[in-house]
């Protein structure tokens, strides 16, 4: 297939999202939803999942919701914003098998403001971070990522920052302790032009950004492999 872009009108909607985000308003206004973000976002999938196989042949681009479309409605119990509607849209692509949060992605969202592209894991669980904390254990799997990390912060690329004060133990004497204070493995951009997203330039775009942290991709790919062993 080919895909055109997202059209404006995608954008309109959660804008009015934005000033009307209560159940009535979107109910009202479902239809406009469906067949401008999530019907869209389907043929993104697709599109966007064809151009990933050149990087990841088993590349999981699901189009449909909970598969590599994110739900519209928010889940209450764990959140602070207690508005019902999420004012962005989240698309991923994943690696392998479970929870797709916890697996290696390529990951999308974007709002009325921003267009937002990440790599990795962006939060991790207390199984993944066991596993991440035994991987990078690994004189050379902490010395892969710390070069990776480099080369994408010269590249203008944002990484994950640390989220822990102190170093954990056994890695007190280790190079480039500063990885295990991580509570996430991942790199992103943002930028503010929404309008990438009105023709099918958002497909090349995303590519190429994908393209550029793809050794991340794979470093992570490889440490969630051994998520089976924390598991048990």
Do not use: C
């Not at 990438?196 to 440490?223: A, H, N």
Request: aromatic content about 16%.
């Amino acid at each position: 297939m080919s895909f055109n872009g997202f059209p404006k009108k995608s954008i309109t909607f959660l804008k009015k999202l934005e000033n009307n985000n209560n159940l009535v308003w979107f109910e009202e206004h479902k239809v406009e939803y469906e067949k401008y973000i999530r019907d869209v976002s389907r043929d993104f999938v697709v599109e966007m999942g064809e151009h990933l196989q050149v990087l990841v042949p088993s590349i999981n681009a699901i189009p449909k919701v909970n598969g590599s479309l994110f739900r519209i409605y928010r889940d209450l119990r764990f959140s602070k914003d207690k508005t019902p509607m999420k004012k962005r849209v989240g698309i991923i692509f994943t690696q392998g098998q479970g929870k797709r949060t916890q697996l290696s992605a390529f990951y999308l969202h974007f709002s009325a403001h921003e267009v937002f592209h990440a790599v990795g894991i962006r939060a991790f669980t207390d199984v993944s971070r066991a596993a991440y904390r035994e991987f990078i254990k690994n004189d050379k799997n902490r010395e892969v990522l710390h070069e990776i990390f480099e080369v994408l912060k010269r590249e203008g690329f944002e990484t994950s920052p640390a989220h822990y004060k102190r170093i954990p133990k056994g890695f007190e004497n280790l190079s480039h302790n500063y990885l295990a204070l991580n509570s996430s493995v991942f790199a992103f951009t943002q930028t503010q032009n929404v309008s990438i997203l009105y023709s099918s330039d958002i497909i090349d775009y995303s590519f190429k950004v994908y393209e550029s942290m793809y050794e991340l991709q794979k470093w992570v790919y490889e440490m969630t492999l051994t998520y089976e062993a924390f598991k048990k």
